[in-house]
């Protein structure tokens, strides 16, 4: 059980229902299924949540449980900054979406790089997609210099020694001449371009194509858009540890 008293906080199921699990009923067969935990505990019907401090988690998978819940995807342009406020003037993701409530960006994208980014003010799933033991796939194109070998493809796929350490194998593609497709689940800093410098092939033009599950090539550059519950729900999914995903 909750340690909020019972006259204290929603109802489970109408926080349930909310997120996007169903109507309240089919949220109460949930938690009579044991399917939902409150603060570590298994759920039971009367529970009421403090949605400012309480963990809920739905089937192992922590969900956002506070009311004003925003999560937006963005197709960020080059030469605009993933901040929210840049001391130099230069224009920022956080300016490109809507200002209330508030959002961060989750991960960063170099000034040059452009393609989908996440912004959100779920501090809850923005842990979860940025630590690296969770390892949320990145798929990038990348325009290089010059025509990748076969043998450079390997070695982006094996790993890459870099200065900060060999990379960890990555999904790596030839789909054009001098186009590469490559997937990876670390965040180190600049890391795509400098696994392609490594390999003798500088980027020339990166594009960020897919966050985990999360694909929109109709999204226009500079253009944003709210994410489903169905997508919110295939995050919190994605960004749990590789043993436990199903």
């Known amino acids: 059980m909750s340690d909020v008293a019972p006259s204290e906080g929603e109802r489970l199921q109408k ?3 909310r997120a996007g699990f169903g109507s309240r009923r089919v949220c109460e067969e949930l938690i009579d299924d044991g399917r939902v935990r409150l603060n570590g505990a298994v759920a039971r019907l009367g529970d009421r949540v403090d949605t400012a401090n309480g963990v809920v988690e739905v089937d192992g998978v922590p969900i956002g449980v506070a ?8 197709n960020k342009p080059a030469g605009v ?13 956080v300016d490109l979406v809507p200002p209330e409530p508030r959002v961060h960006p989750v991960g960063r994208l170099d000034l040059d790089t452009e393609g989908l980014l996440l912004l959100t003010n779920d501090g809850t799933l923005t842990h979860r997609l940025t630590h690296p033991s969770f390892g949320v796939e990145k798929e990038y194109l ?7 070998s076969r043998g450079a493809i390997r070695r ?10 060999r990379t ?10 001098d186009l590469v497709r490559l997937t ?5 800093n600049r890391q795509v371009r400098r696994m392609c410098e490594a390999v003798g092939h500088p980027v020339v033009r990166l594009v960020r194509t897919r966050i985990g599950p999360l694909r929109d090539p109709q999204l226009r550059p500079g253009r944003w858009r709210p994410l489903t519950l169905e997508e919110v729900r295939a995050l919190e999914r994605a960004a749990r540890p590789a043993g436990e995903r199903r």
């Open 15 to 17: 926080v349930l229902a």
């Open 67 to 74: 009311p004003d819940l925003v999560h937006y995807l963005l």
């Open 81 to 93: 900054v993933t901040t929210a406020a840049d001391p130099q003037g230069r224009p920022t993701v």
């Open 142 to 148: 990348a325009q290089v210099q010059g025509r990748p």
């Open 156 to 165: 982006l796929r094996e790993g890459v020694d870099l200065d900060d350490g």
């Open 168 to 177: 960890a194998p990555a999904e790596a593609s030839l789909v054009a001449p």
């Open 184 to 188: 990876i689940h670390e965040g180190r």
